[in-house]
């Protein structure tokens, strides 16, 4: 071998001129099968017999598209627990496996009580995350889930039915100065009961509907200063906005 030969890498990825916009991209479809033809060797090609594998590549990737990346990730690692290779159905339902509902919400209790004191949270899903923001960080501190069932299983369905689910908002940690603590639920209740009580002095002499604290919160909240998100939710309901 001459001193200037170079040794032989996997040849370039190859991408077929015509592969679907509405479609996941070749290179991630191409990965997933050749994972499947090495875990699975001829289960996976007999599979498959008779069709050619590019278009069952093609077909794959289409219906895939509307799964998230994390989602198609979940499909991949679970692919260690299955004796055969799965049909297309089968590994959709991998990607978004079933969430039990009370599982989610004590998930959403947990981690919607870390965001709304500003320490950093985890959550499972996107869906479980959008699903306790449209219920309420106030109802999910005030209520029980008996209280709290109907419409948590209803949010938690409607957010996992979606397609393409909004990512989760990174949180912003809240640093408390030295000698000072976080803001905590209960003392933005205090705060909310000071709000309250401040206005009804004035309500009458100004011609307030008995609100005004209610929009002074959310002027705070669009300038942009830190507060307990049962804070602004309160005032946004107050205001017919929940």
Not at 69 to 86: F, N, V
């Amino acid at each position: 071998m001459s001193s200037h030969t170079k040794l032989s890498t996997s040849p370039p990825l190859v991408i077929p001129a015509d592969w679907p916009a509405e479609a996941i991209p070749f290179s991630w479809i191409k990965a997933l099968f050749d994972q499947m033809k090495f875990a699975y060797g001829v289960k996976f090609l007999d599979q498959w017999s008779g069709i050619p594998l590019s278009d069952v590549m093609r077909h794959w990737a289409k219906k895939l598209k509307p799964l998230s990346r994390d989602e198609l990730t979940i499909g991949w690692t679970s692919l260690e627990t299955l004796a055969w290779p799965p049909t297309l159905p089968e590994f959709i339902k991998l990607c978004r496996p079933v969430v039990d509902p009370v599982v989610a919400f004590h998930e959403a209790l947990e981690q919607g009580g870390r965001r709304e004191r500003g320490e950093q949270d985890e959550w499972s899903s996107p869906a479980v995350y959008w699903a306790w923001r449209k219920i309420g960080a106030y109802d999910f501190t005030h209520l029980a889930y008996v209280a709290l069932k109907a419409r948590w299983e209803a949010a938690l369905a409607a957010e996992m039915a979606k397609a393409d689910p909004a990512p989760i908002p990174a949180q912003m940690v809240a640093l408390a100065a030295p000698g000072k603590t976080a803001l905590s639920s209960d003392k933005a209740q205090q705060l909310l009961a000071d709000f309250k009580t401040k206005g009804m002095g004035r309500s009458a002499m100004v011609g307030d509907d008995g609100r005004n604290w209610a929009r002074k919160i959310l002027e705070r909240k669009a300038r942009g200063e830190s507060m307990a998100i049962a804070l602004w939710e309160t005032a946004e309901h107050a205001l017919g906005m929940r």
